[in-house]
């Protein structure tokens, strides 16, 4: 009798908990049709709409067809779906089951939370993990912008967005498209995934990974990541952006192209200011410009370019190295101006032109305006000019000031005025040395073919005796100030960055995280039992219970 009791017990215990998991519903009119809706209820409106509540969930609609015994429905015209106070949904049709609390929607589907509300054909909505997603096209707005997409899934409890295929969010300040972005409505923030583009004002970003904060306006690239102002091109392995301020730095890598000018920026750290026009480029930074179809490199330990296109300003600091063809040289600091041409090389500055050294306090390189071409120097106090002789010894020439001319980049003539001094070593036609001719005048003109003296020429009462090379002792064959620094001479485009030091920066990433794949986890199509064609979620083994 105990034993008997106990089961029927169990028995009201199981049907009392069958009973509270039913689907509860409230409907004007009733009927049944056996013949096209077997084991349904038939539910319509008459002055109320017909209610269905299910653990949480509640549902209004001007039809229905209920399966009892399956805990399922399927609801026809002005459909409405509330789950609290947050989620509301609005379709023509929709279908829930409350066994697996899966519910269907579609056409002209709606649904709103506090912040957003999305839109599209057809929705899927898994009440037990709390996710929506839609795989027909939708779109999502808010206050300010509109996200659209082909698939889309709203992770509730993550208050979590995932976007993927054609995704282009549109903002009055900026639009994005990309392959899929991960977006949280209540902090801003939108992680981008493959091919994406952001484009505003203030310039246009791409990257193959990001993240951006669509509040602030900043962001973090990486992965082919780019940013196009408008005469500039900012490349690295990373960039970080911000629109308002109109800024951008970039880590490792880095290569700043100058449209207008024909020129790229290179560093392993880069900084660019939009408003000011200007770039800082440091980390082993150097320029490429080209010039009449040579180019000039200047690297240095930092390299700053101010100015809009054809009013630049260069400034190169410590450690500056020049090179191009038949030209290079070194100095402490670098200033080029665009607007004079001129390219000035301070502290401890020297040049070099195949074998031709020239020194002084500051040396001036000047460039025509109008064709870009290298068309003189200047050198300025304690000027001194070098030529290694072809066999031994060195020609010199000093003063205080010295002028020289270029035509397709090589010297040609070179004019040295003020206290000017010169050792010049004379040899026959065979090579054979004839003697040492040593000079003192107010001027002198060398002319050059082919990077060699051909002729000298002195003015003002010049001063000036050959020597046998046996009459001049060794130590007299060096001018006052003589340093021949060939062992620096740049001979090649790597000899700008010998004994420079490496750099390995870390990407600058922000919050940006792994990559996040919301796809991925989601039911397929064979667990979900979908079948999109004929709009249900029924089983695929109850097939007479579909509407013909």
């Known amino acids: 009798m105990k034993h008997l ?72 015209g002005h459909v409405k779906m509330n789950q609290g106070d947050t989620i509301k949904m609005f379709s023509k049709y929709a279908e829930y089951d409350g066994n697996s609390k899966f519910a269907f929607a579609s056409d002209d589907v709606k649904l709103t939370t506090p912040t957003n509300t999305l839109t599209t054909d057809s929705l899927f909505f898994d009440r037990q993990k709390q996710n929506a997603f839609y795989r027909s096209g939708g779109q999502v707005k808010d206050s300010v912008s509109t996200i659209t997409s082909i698939y889309g899934n709203y992770d509730m409890p993550a ?39 952001i484009i505003s004002e203030s310039g246009t970003v791409f990257c193959k990974k990001g993240y951006y904060d669509t509040k602030t306006d900043q962001g973090y690239f990486v992965k082919d990541a780019n940013v196009k102002y408008e005469n500039r091109d900012l490349y690295g392995d990373s960039i970080y952006f911000n629109r308002k301020r109109n800024y951008a730095s970039a880590t490792q890598n880095i290569r700043v192209i100058d449209t207008a000018n024909a020129s790229t920026l290179y560093g392993n750290y880069a900084e660019v200011f939009k408003d000011k026009d200007s770039i800082i480029v440091t980390k082993n930074p150097y320029i490429a410009s080209l010039q009449q179809q040579d180019s000039l490199f200047i690297a240095s330990d930092t390299l700053t370019i101010t100015g809009k296109s054809k009013f630049r300003k260069v400034n190169a600091f410590y450690d500056v190295r020049l090179f191009k063809q038949n030209l290079n040289g070194k100095s402490d600091s670098l200033h080029l101006d665009e607007v004079t041409g001129i390219t000035k090389m301070i502290g401890n500055p020297v040049l070099w032109s195949e074998n031709n050294q020239i020194t002084g306090d500051t040396i001036q390189l000047i460039n025509d305006t109008l064709t870009n071409k290298l068309d003189s ?33 090589e010297l040609t003539e070179v004019n040295v005025v003020k206290n000017t001094e010169t050792i010049y070593y004379i040899r026959e036609e065979n090579g054979d040395l004839f003697g040492i001719n040593k000079a003192l005048a107010s001027t002198i003109k060398l002319i050059f073919e082919n990077q060699k003296i051909v002729d000298i020429y002195y003015y003002n009462r010049p001063d000036d005796k050959t020597y046998p090379e046996s009459e001049m002792p060794p130590n007299a064959r060096k001018l006052k100030g003589f340093n021949w620094r060939g062992e620096e001479q740049l001979r090649s485009k790597k000899d700008l960055f010998t004994n420079r030091k490496t750099y390995k920066l870390n990407p600058v990433i922000g919050q940006l995280k792994e990559d996040d794949a919301p796809f991925s986890k989601q ?24 509407e013909d």
């Open 5 to 76: 009791v106990f089961c029927f017990f169990i028995l009201i215990t199981l049907v009392s908990f069958s009973q509270n998991r039913g689907i509860y519903y409230e409907s004007d009119r009733t009927s049944k049709d056996q013949q096209k809706y077997p084991e349904a209820l038939l539910f319509s409106k008459v002055n109320q709409q017909v209610y269905f509540k299910h653990e949480g969930i509640e549902v209004w609609c001007d039809q229905a067809v209920f399966y009892q015994e399956d805990n399922f429905f399927r609801a026809f």
């Open 377 to 409: 120097l200047k050198v300025y106090n304690n000027s001194f000019m070098i030529q290694k002789d072809t066999i031994e010894g060195f020609n010199q020439v000093k003063g205080k000031f010295l002028y020289g001319l270029f035509e397709d980049n």
């Open 159 to 197: 208050k979590k967005y995932s976007f993927k295929k054609q995704v282009e969010v549109s903002h009055p300040d900026y639009n994005i498209k990309s392959q899929q972005i991960v977006f949280y409505p209540e902090t801003g923030h939108a992680f981008l995934y493959g091919s994406s583009t």
């Open 523 to 546: 039911p397929k199509k064979s667990e979900l039992q979908l079948n999109l064609n004929d709009k249900s979620i029924l089983r695929t083994d109850r097939p007479n219970k579909k």
